[in-house]
Each structure stands twice: as structure tokens, then as C-alpha cells.
């Protein structure tokens, strides 16, 4: 079954604690991203990829790094947790084939609590 | 800049009322694609449709439609007989030809379905 998938789904820690919530897609997808969910705001990107070695930022990229490493893996990194990143995070991915559409397909969204 | 508008916050309706949704776009693409995503209280975003900006006819899916107008820049969506399923957060998106991998979310709307 295609799919992405994250972990953890549910993640309460401290702030400065450094974490990292995986995500990883078995579509064979080139292009992979993360994006944020707050009230009031929707969905911001913070960083996508376009390939494996290539990451870039978003919209909203302060306190978060990541890596690609591997094609089906993108990782979220924060380094040092502060309560501002308490948020709603959703990783995906397509095929990245230009200039067609591509379909998104995005994991089930991992819930993060930093005290 | 690109923009997704979705001014209504917060809708509640009683079940079996007609209800649409206001989604208002800016691009300065000529070729883009508009979405809509349902998210259901367990949180995972669910995708309900995808129109390209060639296409301006209606959609009907069951009790769901969709109305596409580039000359007022809206894609707007109604449900129909409205139902206590139906209750979640929706978002209208858009993605442009030059990057067609980043959504632009709009920043959602509540819909609660009252029995």
C-alpha cells in the first residue's frame, strides 16, 4: 500500500530536548516536504526536498532542520525545542515530475507538545 | 504573491442544511491547481479534489460540488444535505505550474454538523 508514514504520532517533551520525528514514504517519491498546522493558520511549508541531498527552505523554516539522506526518508529535526513549535506536523511527498501535476500524498500528522 | 483566502472561521448548520464554504485564490500563474482537503477530528487530512485552472466546469461528487470561477478567483464547495459526518475542518489549497509540489493552504474553516 503506498503511504507515509510518521513517528511518533503523539510526542509531549521539554523545551531544549533535542528530537527528531521521522518520516519516511515507500512511493518512490523524489520530492518530500514538512509542513506545520496551527489554529488560525493552516498549513505552512517548512522545508521540502527535491531530491536526495537536496533540502530547502520554506515558509516557515526557524528552529527546524532536516536531512535526505536516503530517498524514501525525511526526517524533522529540532534541535532545540522551544513552546512555539507546539504544532500539528504533517510530512509528504510526490513524484516531483514537472511540469505535470503532481499528486500529494501526505502521512497522518504527528502532534507535538513542548513544555 | 499567491494567497488562499477562506473567511469563514467557524460554520455551524443543522443536519440536512445546504452549507457552502468560500475558498478565494490569488496567483499570478495562468496555470495552477485548487484544492480541497477535509480534516475529521482524528486529524489526518483527507484529499477531496483537485481542479486545474483549464477547467472551469462544476464538479459533483455525491453530495459534495464544487464551483471553479476564475473570473472572481473562488472555488467554492457546497455539501448537500448536510450530515453529522461531515463535521470537520476543511482547507483550500493551491499549487502553481512552477512549483506544483508546494501547497498554499488557506487557513481553514469549522464546520460543525448539529443533529
Known amino acids: 500500500e503506498a503511504q507515509v508514514t510518521q513517528n511518533p504520532r503523539y510526542l509531549i517533551t521539554v523545551t531544549g530536548k533535542k528530537l527528531t520525528v521521522t518520516c519516511s514514504q515507500n512511493m518512490n517519491h523524489e520530492y518530500m516536504s514538512w509542513y506545520r498546522q496551527d489554529p488560525g493558520l493552516g498549513l505552512r511549508q517548512i522545508y521540502y526536498?527535491?531530491?536526495?541531498?537536496?533540502?530547502d527552505k520554506g515558509d516557515v523554516p526557524e528552529g527546524y532542520k532536516v536531512s535526505r539522506k536516503e530517498k524514501r526518508n525525511f526526517p524533522l529535526i529540532l534541535e532545540s525545542p522551544s513552546p512555539n513549535q507546539t504544532s500539528l506536523y504533517f510530512c509528504a511527498s510526490s513524484s516531483g515530475q514537472v511540469p505535470s501535476y503532481n499528486e500529494q500524498f501526505f502521512g497522518p500528522g504527528t502532534r507535538l507538545t513542548v513544555l | 504573491a499567491q494567497k488562499v483566502t477562506q473567511a469563514q472561521t467557524e460554520i455551524s448548520v443543522v443536519e440536512k442544511e445546504d452549507v457552502t464554504l468560500d475558498c478565494v485564490y490569488e496567483t499570478r500563474d495562468t496555470t495552477y491547481y485548487l484544492f480541497w482537503y477535509k480534516q475529521p477530528p482524528s486529524g489526518e487530512l483527507v484529499f477531496l479534489i483537485r481542479r486545474n485552472s483549464f477547467d472551469e466546469q462544476n464538479e459533483i461528487s455525491g453530495r459534495y460540488s464544487w464551483n471553479f470561477q476564475k473570473s472572481t478567483s473562488s472555488f467554492n464547495f457546497t455539501i448537500t444535505a448536510s450530515q453529522v459526518v461531515d463535521s470537520a475542518v476543511y482547507f483550500c489549497a493551491l499549487s502553481e505550474a512552477r512549483n506544483t509540489d508546494k501547497l498554499i493552504f488557506g487557513t481553514g474553516t469549522r464546520l460543525q454538523v448539529f443533529p
Open positions: 526536498s527535491m531530491n536526495v541531498e537536496v533540502t
